[in-house]
């Protein structure tokens, strides 16, 4: 959430189930310090696919994952979050599943990678 030069000048960052932790507002300061400042040549980002929440028996309808998780991101919704952040930073991005890919519902996980 806070720029520290040290983590400048890599070749890749994995940032794997951790945006959905995040409070929505503290997005922009993470997208600014990895993707600004850090500024990895390649970012591998997963995040949970809500769509896919309703294949677990033991999770209420409504409910996330994780007692922790702020939001959880359909894949369109996580598309266009991917898609704005690599336009704005000089990034292109691809997406691909994680997981058992369910025909209508799509992976129980999606990444991007920039």
Avoid: I
Avoid at 98 to 110: I, S
Wanted: proline share 8%.
């Amino acid at each position: 959430m806070y720029r520290d030069k040290r983590f400048d000048g890599f070749d890749a960052a994995a940032v794997v189930e951790v945006v959905e932790h995040l409070d929505p507002p503290r997005l922009a300061a993470f997208e600014r310090v990895l993707f600004e400042f850090a500024r990895p040549k390649t970012v591998v980002l997963t995040t949970p696919n809500r769509e896919y929440n309703v294949t677990w028996e033991t999770l209420p309808a409504g409910k996330f994952r994780h007692p922790d998780h702020r939001f959880e991101w359909s894949r369109a919704e996580f598309q266009n979050w991917a898609g704005s952040v690599a336009r704005r930073f000089g990034y292109g991005v691809r997406f691909l599943p994680v997981g058992r890919e369910d025909a209508v519902l799509g992976p129980p996980t999606q990444m991007g990678v920039f």
